[in-house]
């Protein structure tokens, strides 16, 4: 996107704002319009008095206070009325921001380094300050300003020296801040980048830190650091380069306009006081023209910042909302119907014309070797993604047809590697069902057996288990997560892996609670552990994406086939 289609993007999500931003910009005008009159005031009473005329020294200090004391408050209102915009547009591009990523989720968060999205939500978020407090107003001042100032000194004092001082005075003032404008934005671009990929490489950096010590590959990360922190330093200062030679083209431009009527003022016969008059217009013209030759740089990286929000703000959502939503109903039977899914990019589907049926009130699992479609068939049934063709359906309602929220309490997916958020043990039990009670929370613990645990904590419920969870062991974090999931009352649970950190005991052990705890709840649970499913138990067998064997454990284990295998394997 250019920046024209950028300012209109920007504008167009922050529109409420700009009735205030247009206070900003006329404060600004008028501000800047009386600095140019206190400059002339002051030189045009000078050069009376000098002239001999008779001045008042005090109506002349009184009226340089009245316009300076004005000038004042109008720099004032112009900074607090830009910069409340900006810093309430800021807020509402993070909500935006979010407001779009979530519905995006698994898909755009998956493979991408949360230090990156982290490093857009934030920092590229307040880079965009820049455009609302620093670029409206200068912009429409940079051409409002000194086509007023010029324009009163052609008519008001000499038209002449207006004319002469006025080519100089806009390339100054306005062609030359926009001359390098191309070069900037591309260098802007890439110091964002540069930025962006430092950030995914310390966040990878943080979060592998064991994994890169033990494999010895400090170094290397290093190594790779330095590369990156190389790419935006050379980005860096090809931006520097360009802003030095543009601020020294203004600044020849601003001496110019300076030298330019001293020398040919008094050959066409101005007089002294006309042309300080125009001297004193041009250096007022002076501070704005620096003004907008700082925000020209500072916008390129605003802009560049810009669009890598509006990247992922305007990125499409893996899954809408229905558009004439359905109730689920009480059959919590989940039916797969000729589905097939592939990911963006890959070669083969991962679920290739998949049919299969998990009855309500059962507890069927679904078995298969690494990368044969289990997770991705766990993710389609809470529409983590949504299938190229077929359809998922739960008690006969396609899930595409329910509100999004009403899925996704009802139907609960514990995975590998549950993640917990910062806060109290309690605080993440309740993440499903916020007015869950003590009691409610303590039952789950148990049912996961971790009530011996939790009674070992001086701080119960209250414990503070650590940012993702750091402090409690795997196994634990697993079963905090399937309590979790139990808090939220869902009507099916997927347990995708959750057990898995489990030795064996605990894991049968876990399992005959959870049955015990509601036997109303319909369980799918996706496992290794093909040795542990019972004879009774519904198994689904997936392999390559496609459903393989389906049966009872009991019958697939006497036909020698697929199940028979992966339990040879396990064994
Ligand atoms: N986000 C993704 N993008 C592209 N391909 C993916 C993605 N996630 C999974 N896959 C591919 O889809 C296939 C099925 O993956 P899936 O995770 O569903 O397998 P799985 O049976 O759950 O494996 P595991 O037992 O190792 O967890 C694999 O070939 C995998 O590489």
Redesign the pocket.
Known sequence: MNRLDLTRWLVHHTRQFLPTLTLAVLARLAGQLLGVALLVVAVERLGRAAAGEDISVWGSVGVLAAIAILKAALRYAEHYAGHWVAFTALQHLRNLFFHRLVPQA??AT??RAGAELTERATRDIDRIEVFFAHTLPPAISSVVVPATALSWLGVAVDSRLALIVAPLVVLGVVVAPWLAGRSTWRAAGRVAKGRGDIAAHLGDDFQGLREILAFGQAEQRLAGLDAADAELTKARSGSGRVQGARAAVGTVLQLGAIIVPLIVGSSIGATAIDIAVTLAVVVALWKPAQGIDDFVTGLDASFAAAERVRSIVDGVPTVQEPTAPCALPADATVTLDDVTMR????E?P??DAVSVSFPARRWSRLV????????????LIPRGFDPASGTVRIGGVDVREVPLDELRRRVALVS?RPTMLKGTLADNLRLGRPDATDLELVEAMRTVALDGWLAGLPQGLDTPIGERGTTVSGGQLQRVALARALVSRPDTLIL??ALSQLDADTARDVCARLAAFDDELTVIE?T?RADLVPDDAFVTV?DE?RVVEAGTAGELRAGRGAFARLEARVA
């Open positions: 698994p898909a998956r493979g990911y963006p990019g890959a083969r991962a679920l298969g070797i690494s990368g044969s479609g289990k997770s991705t068939l766990a993710s590998q995708d892996e996706i290794h997936l994406g």
